[in-house]
């Protein structure tokens, strides 16, 4: 690289109305990204959004499912929604279920499958759907201390492809400062739902992103017919070059 250039990163789109504004332009190109929150947030919903959004036979996308629910039945409530196209599963999209592995092999036997089925592929994308039942299934076995082993080397693997991979998990507050997928991820989604007024209020927040400047803050979202739509903070949402005084109204001078 020469002296003064800098390396242009590009950035996919996510598919989710106002969520690449809030990221700063989209998910930057093969990043290690961490889709947090509790169950029932959206999270599954907004994975599959980014892959359906971007999988292409040539840029596949391998869809890991563990010890959650099984792949059929994720599937057979996600295709409800209008972005998901079945003639790109099995074609541009692959899904893989590691409970086997996970169950009978540890650790170690989940990342080979990971590794093989990759290299195999060529995948483009990836994602480990709910990567905290994996790793929290063995948090009291006498594997546990290979955990944070397990999670560097799958980025680092990941990171080596060229694939731009999503984790996503179950996490609360306190997992921020303690667990250490929240370091190595290049950027974190955090995705909260709380009642408000006999009402149920969905907020996105997205925690951070190397390399690009997200708006801060809490983002209210929905849940539609079309998946995950965000209205971000219009007040930080436009810049300043944007706000020209319309004509036929005067200045304020302020």
């Known amino acids: 690289m020469s002296q003064g250039s800098k390396v242009a ?14 990221l700063g332009g989209g998910i930057p190109e093969y990043s290690f990204n961490l889709i947090a929150g509790e169950p029932g947030t959206g999270k599954t919903t907004l994975a ?18 563990v010890l959650g629910e099984s792949t059929v039945k994720m599937l057979r409530y996600q295709q409800q929604y209008s972005f998901f196209d079945p003639k790109k599963v099995n074609e541009s999209i692959r899904f893989v279920n ?10 170690e036997k989940v990342l080979e499958r ?5 290299e195999e592929s060529g995948a483009g994308i990836v994602v480990v759907d709910s990567f905290r039942s994996l790793v929290g299934a063995f948090a009291g076995a006498a594997s546990y201390p290979g955990i944070h082993s ?20 179950e996490y609360q507050d306190r997992d921020r400062s303690t667990n250490a997928v929240f370091t190595i991820a290049d950027s974190v989604i955090w995705l909260f739902q709380a009642p408000y007024n006999n009402s149920i209020v969905r907020k996105v927040q997205i925690v951070k992103v190397r390399g690009q400047a ?10 539609t017919d079309g ?22 109204r005067a200045s304020t001078g302020v």
């Open 9 to 22: 990163i590009r950035k996919l789109p996510t598919g989710v109305p106002g969520l690449d504004l809030i």
């Open 150 to 169: 397990f999670v560097q080397r799958l980025a680092l693997h990941l990171t080596t492809w060229q694939a731009t991979s999503f984790l996503v998990g």
């Open 227 to 248: 998946g995950l739509q965000v209205f971000p903070r219009l007040s930080l949402a436009v810049d300043e070059h944007e706000r020209a005084t319309p004509s036929g």
């Open 214 to 223: 997200q708006m801060p803050g809490l983002h209210t979202f929905r849940m």
């Open 98 to 107: 590691l409970s086997d592995e996970a169950i009978q092999g540890g650790l």
């Open 48 to 65: 599959q959004q980014i892959v359906f959004e971007n999988a292409t036979p040539e840029c596949t996308a391998l869809y890991f499912t």
């Open 114 to 118: 990971i590794i093989r089925e990759v």
